[in-house]
């Protein structure tokens, strides 16, 4: 991850640069007559992840040994899932590298002179776990509005979810379970989360303030928007990776300075992030010519201007094949005619080649907290037929898992062929899966290790037992 702040310029010579640097949305920018600045978390130009989240995305199918009951399961996350989180006294921010960033970008936006125009970004770290905010903060949330997302029992959830749950930190053994489940607690998380965004607000407007300051505002366009959600205690879970709404869907506002008295507009047609590298350059004027070839999304300006989709697909698709999952999943959003022919927003989940476990289909509109699986339903048959031919219109997803499944393979192989301490490395204390290594006894974690790597290639579904290998 990099935090600091660039002030771009175009290269000329891209010889030796990483593959598409010279279409990166700056590099673009610059090249039709933009001044860019880049400031903040801005972690796409680190080349890799952490050791951690590499082991952990590339071990997804290796079968480690854990007891629920016993130690909480096997985690590849540490232990915020079962934190109360944190509230310090006063009005101190806690989150001092955000404000930061803010000054520094605010400051530069005040005192641009350039003829050109310009194109900021700036990445936040806040409105993330940890769980972290002050008391000013915190007492501007009111408690007594907070929902709590009810849990069925762990035996009653997919077992996709089960894992993810598990990996996260969020299965309790039978010690913690009195703390774990109190309501208090998971109120109290969301409060949290709620503050920090609440805070992030406030950061928002500073950006606002710069800009009216400036005297750009009637020429500037604004997006604000996240790279990912937070599961905040919903299906038993924090964090990202799963398809669920919490984790997959963000909010985004965009405010285009030149429409005066544009007023809000709510638009629920199914959007995606890739939408906002064509977006930016509709908006910046940059002609078609000079725009790269084969963007993956769409425009928003239109959507945005009159609420038409003409010209969209009316479906968008997801997928995922890192840490705290599984299994790979694949997964398709489309508005579709439910019973009685009513309009109603439905998301199709396949996991892995869709043979391994049961999918998962639900109605956005009617269940917005995505608790009831419909996927067997047989009124929604067709319904799954037609999301399932969308969804295979953008990737094949059989191809991709089995892909997937070869690849981290073949990675954990390299890596251990370029590291001669392997075994010491791979259970390092600085490793959030120390401890979860450790529970069923070292040599137990590296057979299971072992056994994987000596197997064919293959995908092996989400399991669904709170113990494995399962007791007799």
Request: aromatic content about 10%.
């Amino acid at each position: 991850m990099h935090n600091g702040i660039k002030v771009g310029g175009a290269w000329n010579n891209y010889e030796g640069l990483p593959t598409g640097y010279k279409n990166r949305m700056d590099q673009v920018l610059q090249r039709n007559g933009y001044t860019t600045l880049q400031t903040g978390k801005y972690d796409w130009e680190s080349g890799s992840h952490s050791l951690n989240v590499r082991l952990n995305a590339w071990t997804m199918y290796t079968q480690f040994p854990y007891n629920v009951n016993a130690s909480g399961g096997w985690r590849d996350e540490t232990d915020e899932c079962r934190s109360e989180g944190i509230v310090v006294p006063g009005n101190t921010t806690t989150h001092p590298e955000d404000w930061e960033t803010v000054k520094k970008t605010t400051a530069w936006i005040r005192n641009y002179k350039g003829e050109k125009p310009f194109f900021v970004y700036s990445g936040m770290n806040i409105v993330h776990p940890p769980y972290v905010t002050n008391e000013h903060y915190f007492n501007k949330i009111d408690p007594d509005k907070i929902d709590v997302p009810p849990w069925p029992a762990l035996e009653d959830l997919h077992p996709c979810d089960l894992q993810s749950s598990m990996l996260k930190g969020c299965t309790p053994s039978y010690e913690e379970e009195e703390g774990f489940y109190s309501v208090d607690r998971r109120r109290r998380i969301r409060r949290i989360y709620l503050a920090m965004i609440s805070e992030w607000d406030d950061m928002v407007g500073e950006y606002m303030k710069a800009v009216n300051d400036s005297g750009r505002w009637s020429n500037t366009v604004f997006i604000v928007t996240s790279d990912h959600g937070d599961q905040q205690m919903e299906h038993q879970q924090h964090y990202k990776m799963v398809p669920y709404d919490a984790s997959a869907s963000v909010p985004m506002i965009i405010l285009d300075g030149r429409l005066a008295n544009q007023g809000n507009n709510v638009i629920t047609s199914p959007t995606q992030l890739i939408d906002i590298y064509p977006t930016v350059m509709e908006y910046a004027n940059v002609p078609p010519e000079n725009i790269p070839n084969g963007l993956d999304g769409k425009s928003l300006v239109k959507l945005v201007e009159t609420s038409s989709s003409s010209g969209r697909p009316d479906f968008v698709v997801s997928q995922f094949h890192g840490c705290n999952v599984a299994m790979s999943w694949f997964a398709i959003v489309q508005r579709v005619s439910c019973e009685g022919g009513q309009k109603c927003l439905a998301k199709y989940v396949r996991w892995g080649t869709g043979n391994e476990v049961e999918d998962q289909l639900f109605d956005l509109t009617n269940d917005p907290d995505e608790r009831i699986n419909l996927a067997k339903s047989p009124a929604f048959s067709s319904i799954i037929e037609h999301l399932d031919e969308n969804l295979k219109k953008v990737v094949n997803y059989t191809e991709v898992a089995e892909e997937v499944a070869l690849y981290n393979k073949e990675s954990l192989k390299w890596w251990i062929s370029t590291n001669a301490d392997w075994r010491e490395k791979i259970h390092s204390k600085k490793l959030r899966w120390t401890s979860s290594w450790d529970a069923a006894g070292k040599n137990a974690s590296f057979r299971a290790l072992e056994e994987w790597l000596n197997s064919e290639v293959n995908i092996v579904p989400c399991r669904a037992t709170l113990e494995w290998p399962p007791s007799d």
